[in-house]
């Protein structure tokens, strides 16, 4: 197979064993979790609480579209605990104003914090998502509140997150994101003497893989064997479009598949205020 021109040369992408920041989404292929098992997932937890924990004191442009994609993701009763969850780290009086979910004359008991049992209910939850967050699946909004996180987060909980992420059986694959760049990682977990090999992968809109050897619109070359460790590919993309890259390896005859959703920098960034129909 011929290497890509825009590959870097005498590029191999790197193996890890230690910690990385992270986000991930691992689906093997005859064992696909609901979107609803994104709330309840462990590793997810890590991250989720150390989201919140420093919501007050962190970027507000990065938290803002963590949060927004957070509640995209969630049912009324999930989107009511993660929003106490983020209010109790610190007073903010602009609580949902950047993404319309609540308007800035909206406040709760305390001066300065916006109360989701007074002023948000189930019906005007609901109307707000079929306003603002029918772009993306449930699924895919539940992918980019976990990139999005890890702007926020202090490197310690991205690393924790990372390490128990790392102990998922089977393929899992998350991005990370990095400059300009993003850092695709797939990790390979599982016991059997035999490796796994590549079977398909693929690349939306324009997104290139820097690993050696992979084509057009493809991550890894096909054949190509995943060792038990975390395999680190760069990706370079145009930042205003999302992203979603795939794989498929073939391990003793069953198949096992992972996929990543990566926002763009438009996406879960509105700002107009939300008004109930």
Partial sequence: MKNRKDAVPGYRARHIISPIIAVVCALPLLHIPPAGAFVVDSCRRILA??????YA?????????AMYAQLCSSKFQHARQAINRAQQSGPDNSFGFSYGLFSQSESGPSPGRHSPDGSLSEDRFNQW??????????????????FLMQKVVPRSVANAWSACMQKREGLTCWATPQNKEIMLNVNWTKTGSLQPQVSHSYLTRGAV????GA??????PVGYKLNPETLQIPIARET????????????EGVEHSCNVFIPGERDFALTTPFVAR
Avoid: M, P, T
């Fill in 49 to 54: 609480e150390g989201f919140y924990n420093d």
């Fill in 57 to 65: 004191r962190s970027n507000a442009r990065f938290r803002d579209q």
């Fill in 129 to 146: 998502k079929s306003a603002y967050c029918s772009k993306n699946s449930l699924a895919d909004s539940s992918r980019a509140a976990e």
């Fill in 240 to 251: 205003d479009r999302a992203v979603v890259a795939s794989i498929q390896v073939n391990h």
């Fill in 209 to 212: 893989s820097k690993f050696e």
């Fill in 215 to 220: 084509d057009i619109r493809r991550i890894l």
